[in-house]
């Protein structure tokens, strides 16, 4: 039940993420997934093993938004980076 709640955050912070960088900057949104994971995943991390669910599932939905802020953006960014004449080859090599 956890773990679906935060799939569910998952996807609406994805949805988010993609929206506000086309407000914000990509480089902005990708920074801010960046810092809250490095900044909050010890703590995080320590949290989700309390006993209380109610923690667990907040933990569990924080990281779940901080990981949808920054892979809203990846799709975007990857096809930037890669030259458009090798881009199908380059994004499915680096995919799979």
Known sequence: ???SFSMFVLAIAILMGG???DQSGRKTMM???CAG???FAYPLFQSMQSCSMLW???S???VALFFGLFF???PSVLSEMIPTKVRFSGL???HN
């Open 37 to 39: 994971i490095i900044l």
């Open 31 to 33: 920074g801010i997934g």
């Open 60 to 62: 569990h939905s924080i």
């Open 92 to 94: 499915s090599i680096a």
């Open 56 to 58: 667990v599932l907040a």
């Open 1 to 3: 039940m956890i773990h």
């Open 72 to 74: 809203g953006v990846i």
């Open 19 to 21: 929206r506000l960088s």
